[in-house]
């Protein structure tokens, strides 16, 4: 079994910052991409960003030039930094890798981040 945990959420000021991490656990073979998806109230789930195996980074455009994902292979961990949080950015955000020659994907169980004055 792969096992995911998030940490990192929470209540932040617009304007502020945050730091999600992910840290993968269990059977893992080995981890192609990494990624950091939300879900607001309401609305479908969506990806933010993701890093490959090779560091390739892609975000979604409503994070470019604010939003930050890197990965630590040695910690089979996925970070997410967030500067310039806006309100728009509160939702329950998920994180998931994609692993091994079948590229089986694993999910976590999400944590809430809310951007409020």
């Known amino acids: 079994q792969v096992q995911l945990v998030e940490s990192g959420g929470g209540l932040v000021q617009p304007g502020g910052s945050l730091r999600l991490s992910c840290a993968a656990s269990?059977?893992?073979?080995?981890?192609?991409?990494m990624g950091w998806y939300r879900q607001a109230p309401g609305k479908q789930r969506e990806l933010v960003a993701i890093i490959s195996s090779i560091v390739q980074t892609t975000y979604v455009d409503s994070v470019k030039g604010r939003f930050t994902i890197s990965r630590d292979n040695a910690k089979n961990t996925v970070y997410l930094q967030m500067n310039s949080l806006k309100p728009e950015d509160t939702a329950v955000y998920y994180c998931?890798?994609?692993?091994?020659?079948?590229?089986?994907?694993?999910w976590g169980r999400g944590t809430q981040v809310t951007v409020s004055p």
């Open positions: 998931s890798i994609r692993t091994g020659p079948r590229n089986l994907d694993y």
């Open positions: 269990g059977r893992i073979f080995s981890i192609n991409t």
